[in-house]
């Protein structure tokens, strides 16, 4: 379980979030929408410990993700996080970037770490692509390729942030199709989205974030079609 | 009517190789050396603070600005004045892999930066360490992105290491002006020069294309 206890953090004197909580059960997917600069994205990397915390807690499995003593290396390793920016290593082959992790982060040996990575490849519908440089492959492409890299790290949870918002309109929905497929598997999966459909369609919850705090978080459906919070009501009247 | 000047004859090919052979070594050691420098002082630089930065900044400055020519002289005169006159071609080693090292610093400074930060994040969430994320992601990003940069580097050390000539290394320009001296044929041996110095040159940058074809990204 992810759990967010009453969280602040600031970027020098702008406070980004202002007290969040936020318990992921697993198996839950939770989309997080709200505007640009209502904090959604920074909470992702607050919990993966890019980025350190003011105030408040995070746990990991009962382990204290901004603890001192907590090795964020390790932890990593339980949180996939796939973002904005496909980010694949441009000097390896598609195979050779989804391995590269489970090869030195977690010693495997390079069979392994190769069935692993073929594995999750094929998995998001990469099978034909191993030998590829990334940089030859659509955005669309790449971006399956960095939820395939997560994945062969056999994560716990999957954290997104706005994988889909650097695509051209027509690769969204092959990223969002295997978003789906992950869910469906039972993975657990904090989204950070722009794609109400998504969030409604595939979500249990939904997070709707406003100047840093959860103005409204419910059942799926529920908040995006029949929003209770007026901020809510305003912010999904203008996305759609 | 026996001449004062003997012709260029066959018998100074020893010479002349010998000086193509030093020019070889000296520009070897320079980029050996002044790449493993430029690397380790082009990444302190991407990743220290200003003040840090602002020192080995000037430091490099000096070695950039200051002609090599004069910082040949400096050196050697400085060295022996002091009572321990060095070897010509170890002066000239010195000198000329620092110079090297100023430039090369700097294109690995812009390589290692050239990497976005986020491309190190998403590195970092898959559980590299910092140290794995430097040798496996910025480092091969970065040394190819600046590859072309290092070659255009790597070859005008080897026509600078010419001026290693004027603290009395035997390189390929001393010998040339050595036999000029003495065949007062001038335009003959220049040419033949400057062929040896394009002979060096060539398979360097003409590799150098090859390989940077071959790790285009």
């Given at each position: 379980?992810?759990?967010?206890q009453n969280v602040?953090k600031?970027?020098?004197?702008l406070e980004?979030l202002?007290?969040?909580?936020?318990?992921?059960?697993?198996?839950?997917?939770?989309?997080?929408?709200?505007?640009?600069?209502?904090?959604k994205s920074t909470?992702?990397?607050c919990?993966?410990?890019?980025?350190p915390i003011?105030?408040?807690?995070?746990l990991v499995?009962?382990?204290?993700v901004?603890?001192k003593?907590?090795n964020k290396?390790k932890?990593?390793?339980?949180?996939?996080?796939?973002f904005q920016?496909?980010?694949?290593f441009?000097h390896?082959t598609?195979l050779?970037n989804?391995a590269l992790?489970?090869?030195i982060v977690?010693?495997?040996?390079k069979?392994?770490?190769?069935e692993?990575?073929k594995?999750?490849l094929?998995?998001?519908g990469?099978g034909?692509k191993f030998?590829?440089y990334?940089?030859?492959?659509?955005?669309g492409?790449?971006?399956?390729?960095?939820i395939?890299r997560?994945?062969?790290m056999k994560?716990?949870?999957?954290?997104?942030?706005e994988?889909?918002?650097?695509?051209d309109p027509e690769?969204?929905?092959e990223?969002?199709?295997t978003?789906?497929?992950?869910?469906e598997?039972?993975?657990?999966m904090i989204?950070?989205?722009?794609?109400?459909?998504?969030?409604?369609?595939?979500?249990d919850?939904?997070?709707?974030f406003h100047?840093?705090v959860?103005?409204?978080?419910g059942?799926?459906?529920q908040?995006?079609?029949?929003p209770?919070?007026?901020?809510?009501?305003?912010?999904l009247?203008?996305?759609r | 009517?026996?001449?004062l000047?003997?012709p260029?004859s066959?018998?100074?090919?020893g010479l002349?190789l010998t000086?193509?052979w030093?020019?070889?070594?000296?520009s070897?050691v320079?980029i050996?050396?002044?790449?493993l420098?430029g690397?380790?002082v082009g990444?302190?630089r991407?990743?220290?603070?200003k003040?840090?930065?602002?020192?080995?900044?000037?430091v490099l400055?000096?070695?950039?600005?200051v002609p090599?020519?004069i910082?040949l002289i400096l050196?050697s005169?400085?060295?022996?004045?002091m009572?321990?006159?060095?070897a010509p071609?170890v002066a000239g080693?010195?000198v000329l892999s620092l110079?090297?090292?100023?430039?090369?610093?700097?294109?690995?400074r812009?390589g290692?930066?050239?990497?976005?930060p986020?491309?190190?994040?998403?590195?970092?969430?898959?559980?590299?360490?910092k140290?794995?994320t430097?040798y496996?992601?910025r480092l091969?990003?970065?040394?190819?992105?600046?590859f072309?940069?290092w070659?255009?580097?790597?070859?005008s050390?080897?026509?600078?290491?010419?001026l290693?000539s004027?603290?009395?290394?035997?390189?390929?320009l001393?010998t040339s002006?050595?036999l000029?001296s003495r065949t007062?044929?001038?335009?003959?041996?220049?040419?033949g020069?400057g062929?040896?110095?394009?002979i060096?040159?060539?398979p360097?940058s003409?590799?150098?294309?090859y390989v940077?074809r071959?790790m285009?990204?």
């Amino acid at each position: 379980m992810i759990s967010v206890q009453n969280v602040h953090k600031s970027f020098g004197d702008l406070e980004v979030l202002k007290g969040v909580s936020l318990d992921v059960k697993k198996g839950e997917v939770v989309s997080v929408i709200g505007g640009s600069g209502s904090g959604k994205s920074t909470l992702l990397y607050c919990i993966n410990a890019i980025e350190p915390i003011n105030k408040g807690k995070i746990l990991v499995d009962d382990v204290d993700v901004h603890a001192k003593e907590t090795n964020k290396d390790k932890l990593r390793q339980k949180l996939g996080m796939v973002f904005q920016q496909w980010n694949s290593f441009p000097h390896m082959t598609v195979l050779e970037n989804a391995a590269l992790a489970p090869r030195i982060v977690k010693k495997m040996s390079k069979e392994e770490a190769i069935e692993i990575a073929k594995k999750e490849l094929e998995h998001v519908g990469l099978g034909d692509k191993f030998d590829v440089y990334p940089t030859k492959m659509s955005g669309g492409q790449q971006q399956r390729l960095a939820i395939a890299r997560a994945l062969a790290m056999k994560p716990d949870y999957m954290l997104l942030d706005e994988v889909t918002s650097a695509l051209d309109p027509e690769l969204v929905g092959e990223v969002l199709d295997t978003l789906r497929l992950l869910a469906e598997e039972g993975m657990t999966m904090i989204c950070v989205t722009h794609e109400m459909g998504f969030a409604r369609d595939v979500s249990d919850r939904v997070a709707y974030f406003h100047e840093g705090v959860i103005a409204e978080i419910g059942e799926a459906r529920q908040v995006i079609t029949d929003p209770q919070n007026p901020l809510t009501q305003k912010f999904l009247s203008k996305v759609r | 009517m026996n001449s004062l000047f003997t012709p260029l004859s066959w018998s100074d090919s020893g010479l002349i190789l010998t000086g193509v052979w030093n020019t070889i070594i000296i520009s070897v050691v320079a980029i050996v050396v002044g790449t493993l420098l430029g690397l380790i002082v082009g990444f302190l630089r991407a990743e220290s603070n200003k003040a840090v930065n602002i020192l080995f900044g000037s430091v490099l400055d000096v070695l950039r600005s200051v002609p090599l020519i004069i910082q040949l002289i400096l050196f050697s005169t400085f060295v022996g004045a002091m009572g321990n006159p060095l070897a010509p071609f170890v002066a000239g080693s010195i000198v000329l892999s620092l110079y090297t090292m100023a430039f090369m610093s700097e294109v690995f400074r812009s390589g290692f930066e050239s990497v976005s930060p986020s491309m190190q994040t998403a590195a970092r969430s898959l559980g590299m360490t910092k140290w794995q994320t430097i040798y496996h992601v910025r480092l091969p990003i970065g040394l190819r992105a600046v590859f072309p940069s290092w070659l255009g580097v790597s070859l005008s050390v080897i026509k600078d290491s010419a001026l290693v000539s004027v603290i009395g290394y035997m390189e390929l320009l001393r010998t040339s002006e050595q036999l000029i001296s003495r065949t007062q044929q001038p335009l003959e041996i220049l040419i033949g020069v400057g062929i040896f110095y394009f002979i060096i040159s060539y398979p360097l940058s003409h590799y150098g294309r090859y390989v940077e074809r071959k790790m285009a990204i």
